[in-house]
C-alpha cells in the first residue's frame, strides 16, 4: 500500500531556530516525486519544496532543505532560522511517476514558531 | 501568472440544500482536482480530471456529490443534498501534466462550506 507517515502531529521551536519534521513513505515503484506543502491557518495550500527520486542530491529552497534518504523511504524537511510566518501545518505528499496518478499525502504537522 | 481561482470562499447552507462551488485552474493547466479538507486532517482526493475526462472519481460520494469540467477548463463540484459531515473546506488545484515539475499541484484558497 502506498503510505505517507509523519510522526509528529505537532511541533514548536524558537524563532531563529532550525527544525526538522520527519515524513517516511511506502511505494513499491521507484520513480517518483516528493513534496513538502505548507498550509498556514486559514489560508491557502502552497508548496514548499519538490524533490525527485532520481536524484541523490538534496533539494533546496532558501531556507527549506530536505533530507532525503531512498533506500530508508525518508524525506524530513528541515526550516533553518525559523520565522514566525513559518507558523503553518506542513504536509509531506509524493505521487509515483506515470499517467493519471494521484498524490498521497500525510496527515500533516502542525509547526508553531514562537516569538 | 494568475493563480487557481475559486468561489465562493465561504458558505453556509442548511442540511438537505444544495451547493455548487467554481474553480478556475491556472492557464495550460491539464489536470485539475477537487478535494475535500475536514478541520485538522490532510486533503482528501474527491476527483481528478485530465482535460476534461474523468482519471479518479473513487472517493466522490456519488450520490450526492457531482463534479463537471466543461472545455477542460473551468470546474464544478455540486453537492446535493448536503449533511452536516459535508462541512469542510473544498480545495481545487490544477497541475500541467504528467511529467517531472508538471507533477507540482497548485492550489486555490478553498471554500469553506459550514452546514447546519
Known amino acids: 500500500a502506498q503510505t505517507v507517515t509523519q510522526s509528529q502531529p505537532e511541533m514548536s521551536v524558537q524563532e531563529a531556530e532550525t527544525v526538522t519534521l520527519s515524513c517516511t513513505y511506502d511505494t513499491s515503484e521507484n520513480n517518483y516525486y516528493l513534496f513538502w506543502y505548507k498550509q498556514p491557518p486559514s489560508r491557502q495550500m502552497i508548496l514548499v519544496i519538490r524533490?525527485?527520486?532520481?536524484k541523490q542530491q538534496n533539494a533546496t529552497e532558501n531556507r527549506f532543505s530536505v533530507n532525503f534518504q531512498k533506500a530508508a523511504k525518508s524525506f524530513s524537511l528541515k526550516i533553518s532560522d525559523s520565522q514566525l510566518g513559518d507558523t503553518a501545518m506542513y504536509f509531506c505528499a509524493f505521487i509515483n511517476a506515470g499517467n493519471n496518478r494521484k498524490l498521497i499525502w500525510g496527515l500533516g504537522t502542525s509547526l508553531a514558531v514562537n516569538p | 501568472e494568475a493563480g487557481v481561482a475559486q468561489s465562493p470562499r465561504y458558505k453556509i447552507i442548511e442540511k438537505r440544500q444544495s451547493v455548487a462551488f467554481w474553480c478556475n485552474p491556472i492557464?495550460?493547466?491539464?489536470?485539475l482536482y477537487w478535494y475535500q479538507q475536514i478541520l485538522g486532517q490532510g486533503p482528501k482526493l474527491l476527483i481528478q480530471?485530465?482535460?476534461?475526462?474523468?482519471?479518479?472519481d473513487s472517493q466522490l460520494p456519488k450520490d450526492r456529490f457531482s463534479a463537471e469540467r466543461l472545455k477542460g477548463v473551468d470546474s464544478t463540484l455540486k453537492i446535493q443534498p448536503a449533511k452536516l459531515e459535508d462541512s469542510a473546506v473544498y480545495l481545487c488545484?490544477?497541475?500541467?501534466?504528467?511529467?517531472?515539475?508538471?507533477?507540482?499541484?497548485?492550489f486555490g484558497p478553498g471554500t469553506r462550506l459550514t452546514v447546519t
Open positions: 524533490q525527485e527520486a532520481y
Open positions: 492557464s495550460g493547466h491539464a489536470t
Open positions: 488545484a490544477s497541475s500541467r501534466g504528467n511529467s517531472g515539475s508538471g507533477y507540482e499541484q497548485y
Open positions: 480530471f485530465q482535460n476534461n475526462g474523468v482519471v479518479d
